[in-house]
Nanobody
C-alpha cells in the first residue's frame, strides 16, 4: 500500500531554514500530484505547495510561501522535498505530505497522507 513518511521537522529561529522530506513507497508515482500541507493549532489545514511527478515537474505554491519555499523531487530516491527558507513564526505547524493520482487536484482530493512532522519557528 502507499506509504508517505515525512521527516526533517524541528525547532528553528525566525529567518532560519529547514528541509522537509517525504519518502514515498508502495507504487509508481508517475503523474501523481505530491503536495505539502500544514496545520497550526486551532486552525484548519492549509495547502502549502505541490509538484506534479512528471518530467517537467509543474509546481504550485500558496501565496504565503512563494519566494521562500521550494518543492522538488528526487526520482531515484522516490522522495519529495520542501525547502523552507526565511522562516517566520507563523510558519509553525505540523506539515503533512500527501499524494493524489491526478493533476490538477484540489486540496480536498488528496488520497494518501503521511503522519506529519512538527515545524516550530521561534521569534
Amino acid at each position: 500500500q502507499v506509504q508517505l513518511v515525512e521527516s526533517g521537522g524541528g525547532l528553528v529561529q525566525a529567518g532560519g531554514s529547514l528541509r522537509l522530506s517525504c519518502a514515498a513507497s508502495g507504487r509508481t508515482f508517475s503523474g501523481y500530484a505530491m503536495g505539502w500541507f500544514r496545520q497550526a493549532p486551532g486552525k484548519e489545514r492549509e495547502f502549502v505547495a505541490a509538484i506534479r511527478w512528471t518530467w517537467h515537474s509543474t509546481t504550485r505554491y500558496a501565496d504565503s510561501v512563494k519566494g521562500r519555499f521550494t518543492i522538488s523531487r528526487d526520482n531515484a530516491k522516490n522522495t519529495v522535498y520542501l525547502q523552507m527558507n526565511s522562516l517566520k513564526p507563523e510558519d509553525t505547524a505540523v506539515y503533512y505530505c500527501a499524494a493524489a493520482p491526478r493533476w490538477p487536484v484540489s486540496s480536498d482530493e488528496y488520497d494518501y497522507w503521511g503522519q506529519g512532522t512538527q515545524v516550530t519557528v521561534s521569534s
